[in-house]
């Protein structure tokens, strides 16, 4: 009689996401899974709350526009309480800039919310594995728009990304440290290159080309 291999040991994996039905879904796959256990949050407290209850995490995965969610902020904060153990992405539209951003702050990968549950298993089990995990289509739109020389300065990418997100003049200033005058200036800077007449055709604009 011989022994029975060894069985891989489950991957504990927590999936943060405040919208239920996804995490529903998510559960009735993984659950035919073997090898991944699966805990769920509906917010940031709710992963806090599962880490200090259950410790690190083999992997976990963070809805990127859930309560709570500060971007790279919050995916360092949670990195260290993960005991360093990968910290993933869940977006339901990444954009070029998010890819960037995440990547370069060490997230283990950027999942849209469009996969499919054959790769997102896939992907789970590869960025437990330590790896990064980027679908293909997103790295293409990187490497477009790496390729892509852009008629702004470093200083008008940063105004543009503020812009992007909304904010006036003033809180743009404050938060690059810039004088609301010199900000004006940028904005009509931007206007001028990307050849529109405000800044919310800049921004539009701005997107098509994926400068933001």
């Known amino acids: ?26 559960g009735m796959v993984l659950e035919h899974t073997p090898d991944i256990k699966l805990s769920t949050a509906v ?5 806090v709350e599962q ?16 309560p709570g969610m500060h971007g790279v902020e919050t995916l360092k904060q949670i990195a260290e309480m993960n005991s360093g153990r990968p910290v993933g992405i869940i977006t339901g539209g990444p954009t070029p800039r ?15 919310k469009t996969t499919s549950m054959k790769s997102l298993t896939n992907a789970i089990r590869f960025m437990a594995a330590g790896e990064r995990y980027f679908p293909l289509e997103l790295m293409q739109e990187q490497k477009a728009r790496n390729a892509f020389v852009s008629p702004l300065s ?27 005058a010199t900000v004006k200036m940028h904005v009509k800077s931007i206007c001028r290159k990307l050849g529109v007449s405000n800044r919310t055709q800049a921004v539009i604009t701005a997107r098509d080309l994926k400068l933001v």
């Open 51 to 66: 880490l200090k209850k259950n410790g690190s995490f083999d992997l976990i995965l963070l809805d990127l526009d859930m």
């Open 43 to 47: 917010s940031v407290d709710g992963a």
């Open 1 to 26: 009689m011989t022994d029975a291999p060894p069985t891989a040991p489950d991957l504990h994996v927590l999936i943060a996401d405040d919208h239920t039905l996804i995490l529903e879904i998510i």
């Open 98 to 112: 998010v890819v960037e951003e995440m990547t370069k702050h060490g997230a283990a990968g950027v999942i849209p």
């Open 154 to 180: 470093e200083r008008e990418i940063s105004v543009l990304n503020e812009l992007a997100d909304g904010k006036p003049n003033r809180e743009i200033g404050e938060k690059l440290k810039l004088a609301e």
